[in-house]
């Protein structure tokens, strides 16, 4: 079973039908470029054990399952081209948090949010941003030579 980004949707974090994985089995997948080891802050603060993982288009979140050892749901899919601003806190600088959305013009137009606890915070978002990099990289050469073969 392959990681298609193309399927990426935001999962509700509330929702019901969360699809449930075997985590060694994602870990090894060969669309998973990196996976790191975290704690999601969720919207009541709580924190959760997760995983971030990384694949060329997609960023992942799996929530461990405590009482199901190996095994994690899928909280949510997200492009990576959908990440437009990550910060962290100067005083804490494993909290990250990424803001989602798109760009209009000037303007970055936000509309979600998630804020993580991650171990290695600075490899885990040198790897994201690296990954967004190639995306946009990416489509400027696309655009660019759809542009230049239309003379």
């Known amino acids: 079973m392959s990681l298609n980004c193309l399927s990426c949707a935001v999962l509700d974090d509330e929702d019901d039908e969360k699809e449930v994985v ?3 089995l994602w870990f ?3 669309d998973v470029k990196y996976n790191f ?6 919207e009541s603060n709580e924190l959760a054990a997760s995983h971030l993982l990384v694949t060329d288009s997609c960023m992942y979140v799996l ?9 994690a749901m899928v909280v949510s899919r997200r492009p990576l081209k959908g990440i437009v ?9 494993e909290l990250i948090t990424f803001k989602y959305g798109r760009h209009e013009g000037e303007d970055i137009i936000v509309n ?4 993580f606890i991650i171990e ?23 655009q660019g030579s ?4 239309q003379d």
């Open 112 to 115: 979600d949010t998630e804020r």
């Open 28 to 30: 090894s997948k060969p």
């Open 37 to 42: 080891k975290c704690q999601q802050i969720r």
């Open 22 to 24: 075997n985590l060694e």
């Open 85 to 93: 601003k990550i910060t962290s806190k100067k005083k804490l600088p």
């Open 63 to 71: 929530r461990d399952m405590p009482k199901q050892k190996g095994m």
């Open 120 to 142: 290695k915070a600075g490899d885990a978002v040198k790897v994201i941003k690296q990954q967004v990099v190639k995306i946009i990289d990416a489509e400027e050469q696309s």
């Open 146 to 149: 759809t542009a230049s073969g």
